[in-house]
């Protein structure tokens, strides 16, 4: 293929509104699939993301396509939509030169699309906006067309409209990939220049890279060497994704595909790395920003002998997953465990499941919490502490007041987008949870854009549970009504004992809240009259398996339920 018939592209989009769904067409559009009605988000291979239908992965798809006469080569990098794993979405950016912008034609544009857009806008690609969904009833594609004229400013006769479902219009989306995004710049005759964008650890094949290649020419055989590391790797394998590996000779500058290496865990395929060939250097790419953990949480074995299975565990899933940080910790209830950052709420749930699908571990989380800064107000404290600033990243170290000049928290800039008949107990949300407004904007008649600075942790657990409800009023005394409704949570959540559980809240020493789990036994054979002895051990032997299934702590058995329940509350 010459350059010039290379188009690569992304798609991007609020959650839900059919980035995997245009995915699919475009894959039986180009022959990469065959059509049938078992299409379903194709590229999300991952058990979790079937279930939630969400993309967790970027993944990367191959496609051919005929245009005028004239073959080309499409590169499509599918992406997560969900704001916690929107790190994903700036790395696939980084290998293309355009993108589909999908906006659902009934729901028009939501927060996400408003933040990829500007994460595709600041890489100076092309964005083609694509209005999806036109067959719903309540479709209204005009409206939204004016939304994306006034929000971002691009001329609604550049939009779009398509059902992704019914695959109308989809051909279409196809030649303005072709008319409107530029081929890559590139040159075939410098010396290798790959970036890696993506990588999977594969058990029985180690690292495989994605790369998307800038100059030169890369094959089988070929020395390597990582810019990061300094590393040299022969190439064991080249290809395509298509959207499986298929194993090609070469790859050349303008083509994005796989790469093995040798490489034996992914810190050795650093995302943003560059690659090129040996005693050829060249300048490195800019790398990516990594990305930061905002959510920590407390993560142990149910039952300690557990411990090293779920250590192997856990490793093995952050090599697929750098964006997850480890560290050691233990906790007198539950014993040796590891405090893991996450990027978010989402992430957290998803790294969790993976443990329990892909590794068939199963763990107990502790409540997830935010880093937060001390500046120390002392020169021994800070001659201790060897810094002027500590990162505390568990709630169980935090430093005692007395210690400390100043707390620091992370803060987000949010954006909301709401019917304006709301906007008033959503602008009395916000400032409930210590937010500053930074902007406010009509998108259309009447939907309504708010920015807001938000300190991250008033909203990492439930904000947008409580943004959709918006019903109840919110509690100002937050400790005491946090504290209560753990409790309350707890003390619904546990199964009832032979003897009385006390459950309380504390913050330091001081108990703010108190609830009690009367004493209680299920007694499984109440209904069970007479002798018949095997029915007798049927049911307890059936009670006894309940019970393998709660999470023991000290002498109480908690179902892991409570504990997700009490995540939830605040
Ligand atoms: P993603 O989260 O952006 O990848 O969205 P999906 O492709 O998973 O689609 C979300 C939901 O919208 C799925 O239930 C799809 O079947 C549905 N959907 C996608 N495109 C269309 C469409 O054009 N029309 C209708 N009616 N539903 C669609
Ligand atoms: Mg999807």
Known sequence: FSVENIRNFSIIAHVDHGKSTLADRLLELTGTIDKTKNNKQVLDKLQVERERGITVKAQTASLFYNCEGKQYLLNLIDTPGHVDFSYEVSRSLSACQGVLLVVDANEGIQAQTVANFFLAFEAQLSIIPVINKVDLKNADPERVEKQIEKVFDIPSDECIKISAKLGTNVERVLQAVIKRIPPPKVHRKNPLKALVFDSTFDQYRGVIANVALFDGVVSKGDKIVSAHTKKTYEVNEVGVLNPNEQPTHKLYAGQVGYLIAGMKDVTEAQIGDTLYLHKQPV??????????????????????????????????????????????????????????????????????QRLEQEYNASVILTTPTVPYKAVLSSAKLIK??????????????????????EYLEPVVLGTIITPDEYTGKVMMLCQARRAVQKNMMYIDQNRVMLKYLFPLNEIVVDFYDSLKSLSSGYA??????VGKAVCERLKESLPRQLFEIAVQAAVGSKIIARETVKAYRKNVLAKCYGGDITRKMKLLKRQAEGKKKLRKIGNIEVPKDAFIKVLRTQ
């Open 384 to 405: 201790e502490y060897r810094e002027k600033e500590i990162t505390i990243i568990n709630p169980a170290q935090f430093p005692d007041k007395s210690k400390v000049t």
């Open 283 to 352: 300048e490195p790419l800019p790398g990516f920003k990594s990305a930061k953990p905002m959510v920590f949480a407390g993560m142990y074995p149910i039952d300690q002998s557990e411990y090293n299975n779920l250590k192997s565990a856990v490793e093995k899933l952050t090599i697929n997953d750098s964006s997850v940080t480890v560290h050691r910790d233990s906790s007198l209830a539950l014993g040796a465990g590891w405090r893991l950052g996450f990027l978010g709420l989402l992430h957290m749930e998803v790294f969790n």
């Open 476 to 481: 100002r005394d937050k400790a005491h009504s």
